[in-house]
């Protein structure tokens, strides 16, 4: 069964948590220092915040599904829809790990399709390997190193720095502020 997905940048999360717990009645499912999720019931909800980003509002909404076929009838259904599909396959995101791919409608507004298959301890396992790596030589363009520039299509022909990206919302290409 799809569970709808909705992802905002927040501006300060305590506060958010606060009201966001109140308002759903209920308290989130996981907790990070850059990050909160709440897995509601009525409604089938995946809401996610996070700190990371640009300005706070809506970053992405998405669909997070129970198993690799409805994965991949969504992954049909957004090939039909005629827009340039970003597939990332097996990835680390927003504390998880995953199987995900991302579609961009014509008004820029990133859509997720993922199936989580288990919990990690970072916000993105490429991401902490780089902030490793950039620890011990440092890298003044570690963007530029993770995250292609150009059309989704020039990102799906670069899977493996891709990977540690997500679509923009404020436009159609993926940026290397933001994994989910």
Partial sequence: ?????????????GQSVAFYSKLFGAQPARV???????????????FAISTRGSAPGVDHLGFQVDDASELADLKARAQSADMALLDEGATTCCYARSE???VTDPQGV???????????????EAAAQRQA?????????????CCP?????????APARAACCG????TPTP??????
Avoid at 167 to 170: G, H, Q
């Fill in 1 to 13: 069964m799809k569970r709808f997905h909705v992802h905002l940048h927040v501006a300060d999360l």
């Fill in 32 to 46: 990070e220092a850059d990050y909160a999720k709440w897995m509601l019931d009525d409604p089938r909800v995946n």
């Fill in 100 to 102: 995900k791919h991302w």
């Fill in 110 to 124: 990133a859509w997720e399709h993922f199936h989580t298959l288990g919990n990690i301890p970072v916000f993105n």
């Fill in 133 to 145: 790596t950039a620890a011990a030589a440092p890298d003044t363009d570690a963007a530029a190193s």
């Fill in 149 to 157: 520039t150009g059309t989704p299509a020039a990102h799906a022909a």
């Fill in 167 to 170: 679509p923009a919302a404020s």
């Fill in 175 to 180: 940026t290397a502020s933001r994994c989910c």
